[in-house]
């Protein structure tokens, strides 16, 4: 079958990248601590995961995300219906929240670490002020983007405002919603990030910095593996969410196939 | 403010069986400063249970006419008068669109359903509601079909069963199967003069294509353009139940080339 094919194709093309990195380090005598071979990145990886060090940290970090990816998405969708809905939001507040989006936020982390501490709470609120554009934007689309003739339905049918609003616009809105929030858990990842190099006591960013001052750079290595493999699995938690809530999307069905 | 709240509309018709009176109806937009007449003077009567198609070239102003009389859009002058049948529970109107516009979330039996939902019917009745109709439409064991999994004629059935299910006393149906291809477009217009006569309701049916006017019509009005005025009203004597071949008939083609006639008098056919 071609999926097996393809399965025994992209672990075989894994191993060829990785024997290719380890013969080219090793023969070219890199030394470990600018690029290490991928055996001693795997030796760091399970030494962290052994001594409880990388999952306690990951679990820290995966926190702060999920809280921050959470109270983005809140903040963004609402001003989105928000601006949305009234003319006077989008005239009043939009431009400012258009400033304040201008302005490379991970600028603001040091200001956020000095207002919320050291703790969980400020690498939550820097993720969540990364997150929270895209999905505000998206949802302000969505939401304007409800077919017309649908809405002549519903007001010839003598709709509210809040039924267009709940039966047409909202359900209208979730794919672009969801497109918003495939971007939002990857920014808040980064936010949470950020918010650690800048001064933390746990977390795989915290941990990434002590690594760099110690010049452990097969540690380094591991530990962005780890986030990557996290971003990705987030990614994948919301193509699952995706799914289930645009099952009628047919452009849902077609994006999950194999080459 | 609906349609049933406005007391000028409620207001019985006199003298004549009228379902709809039109007088002296204009509509004016203003476009980038420039006054723009869509609609100059409209003087129309369409009597209970009449089926009147309109045609028309494009920009005649077919979609401001019913619009105005869904209440989506305001006269500039003029009056519309309905005369409301005795129950006010029943909608006044519904619509019918050009494709797409039925919801791609919902499953059939949902959007046949949604009109009743959007009138605050639970569940439960409004299921039982839709059920004849899904069935008169032909849609019976795609009840729980999603509209992506449909044909465009399969689309455009659920789009009229959920029109009819309101049960409102007026059809607007807006070139419902300007989208289709010509043999479901034939299909469909049988179904729908059997749903039709089944029913009796006042439709305004709104089309580009003359065959299709004079078919499903008891009367056909032909529009002119800017300002959209009516500049011919044919009545076609066909009996019903119409069955395609009435086509071949000298009514029909009479009908068909009087209408084109009047289109090429103005300078372009649209159809």
Known sequence: MTSTRNVALTVGLLCVSLAGWEGVVRLLAVPAYIVPPPSRVAVALWRGFASGLYPRHLLYTLTETVLGFLLGAALGFSLGVAVASSRYIEYFVYPYIVMFQSLPKVALAPLIVIWFGLGLASKVVNAALVAFFPLMVNTMVGLRSADEDRVSLMRALAASESQIFWMLRLPGALPFVMAGLDVAVILALIGAIVGEFVGAQHGLGMLIQGMNFTMDVSGQFSVLLILSVLGLALNKGIAVLRRRVLFWDPSVKSRSDTP | ?271
Request: charged fraction near 25%; include cysteine.
């Open chain 2, 1 to 271: 403010m609906t349609l049933a709240d406005d007391p000028a509309r409620r207001r019985p018709a006199t003298g004549s069986s009228a379902k709809v009176r039109l007088r002296g109806l204009s509509k004016a937009f203003s476009v980038k400063g420039r006054r723009v007449e869509a609609l100059a003077g409209i003087d129309l009567d369409i009597q209970a249970g009449e089926f009147l198609c309109v045609v028309g070239p494009s920009g005649c102003g077919k979609t401001t006419l019913l619009r105005m009389l869904a209440g989506l859009e305001q006269q500039t002058s003029g009056s519309i008068e309905v005369a409301r049948d005795g129950s006010s529970a029943r909608p006044l109107n519904s619509m019918v669109f050009q494709e797409q516009s039925i919801f791609p979330w919902l499953s059939v039996r949902d959007n046949v359903a949604f009109g009743l939902k959007a009138q605050g019917l639970g569940r439960r009745e409004r299921y039982g509601i839709v059920e004849p109709f899904i069935r008169k439409v032909g849609l019976t064991g795609f009840e729980d079909a999603l509209p992506h999994q449909l044909s465009g004629g399969m689309k455009q059935r659920v789009s009229i069963a959920r029109a009819f299910a309101t049960d409102p006393e007026m059809l607007l149906m807006d070139e419902p199967f300007g989208a289709l291809d010509a043999m479901t477009r034939e299909l469909m217009n049988l179904e729908l003069q059997r749903i039709w006569l089944e029913r009796q309701k006042t439709v305004l049916f709104i089309t580009h294509s003359i065959p299709e006017a004079v078919f499903l019509a008891d009367r056909v009005l032909v529009m002119t353009t800017r300002p959209g005025a009516i500049m011919d009203d044919v009545a076609v004597r066909l009996p019903r139940p119409r069955a395609l071949d009435a086509m071949s008939t000298s009514e029909f083609g009479g009908c068909v080339a009087r209408i084109r006639a009047r289109f090429n008098a103005q300078g372009g056919v649209d159809a």
